[in-house]
């Protein structure tokens, strides 16, 4: 069984920075597909990021593209969200998700199995 726990929100003033991290356990880490999704009230889930953990190869949204960025600490079965110049309008909760890497598009919510409970990201203006 794959559990994912996310940590790392909180409240932060526009501008600022924040990093996320979901820690995986419970399955084999090495190869998998790795994204963060975020939600906020109101508004459908949306994708942010991800990355394959065995080759680092990523994929960003756009609407974070150059301030948000991916990555991987095999070692210790950990995937990062670093958020940069935090706008408003980034305010959601994140949620961390695993999947096989060889399933479909990276952005696509059903190419994960697995989701983590979310954490809060508040940023004000």
């Known amino acids: 069984q794959v559990q994912l726990m996310e940590s790392g929100g909180g409240l932060v003033q526009a501008g600022g920075s924040l990093r996320l991290s979901c820690a995986a356990s419970?399955?084999?880490?090495?190869?998998?597909?790795m994204g963060w999704f975020r939600q906020a009230p109101g508004k459908e889930r949306e994708f942010v990021a991800a990355?394959?953990?065995?080759?680092?190869?990523?994929s960003t949204a756009d609407s974070v593209k150059g301030r948000f960025s991916i990555s991987r600490d095999n070692a210790k079965n950990t995937v990062y969200l670093q958020m940069n110049s935090l706008k408003a309008e980034d305010t959601a909760v994140y949620y961390c998700?695993?999947?096989?890497?060889?399933?479909?598009?990276?952005?696509?919510?059903?190419?994960?199995?697995?989701w983590g409970p979310g954490t809060q990201v508040t940023v004000s203006s």
């Open positions: 419970g399955s084999i880490f090495i190869d998998s597909l």
């Open positions: 990355i394959r953990t065995s080759v680092g190869y990523t």
């Open positions: 998700a695993r999947g096989p890497y060889y399933r479909g598009s990276y952005g696509s919510a059903s190419s994960y199995d697995y």
